[in-house]
Nanobody, 126 residues
């Protein structure tokens, strides 16, 4: 069992900042990368940033400078800070585990790919 829960979204004015959270829970064996995506309804989901278990980060070009990904392994939480929000940042924000090994009902490790949370909405008004 693997669960991802995003939180921290809301309605903000342009220029303000938010920090989104992604909590991973369940009978986790191990996972490395955590990715953040965003999606406007009807549009293609786009990757924002990725972070490894050791803290190495990778950002999409559009995200460099205003988006900061971080994680607290002790809390199984990954964060996405968005600075100086713009109206075009309005979207649903998701976290994703590209790969995770967890304990199944038989207590033996199993692997899942592309595990998604339900997302958190960010709405930026001008």
């Amino acid at each position: 069992q693997v669960q991802l829960v995003e939180s921290g979204g809301g309605l903000v004015q342009a220029g303000e900042s938010l920090r989104l959270s992604c909590v991973v829970s369940g009978s986790i064996f191990r996972f490395n990368n955590v990715d953040w995506y965003r999606q406007v309804p009807g549009n293609q989901r786009e990757r924002i940033a990725a972070i490894t278990s050791s803290g190495s980060t990778n950002y999409a070009d559009f995200a460099k400078g205003r988006f900061i990904i971080s994680r607290d392994n002790a809390k199984n939480t990954t964060y996405l800070q968005i600075v100086s929000l713009k109206p075009e940042d309005t979207a649903d924000y998701y976290c994703n585990l590209p790969w995770v090994t967890y304990y199944g009902d038989d207590s033996r490790p199993r692997t899942a790919h592309d595990v998604w949370g339900q997302g958190t909405q960010v709405t930026v008004s001008s």
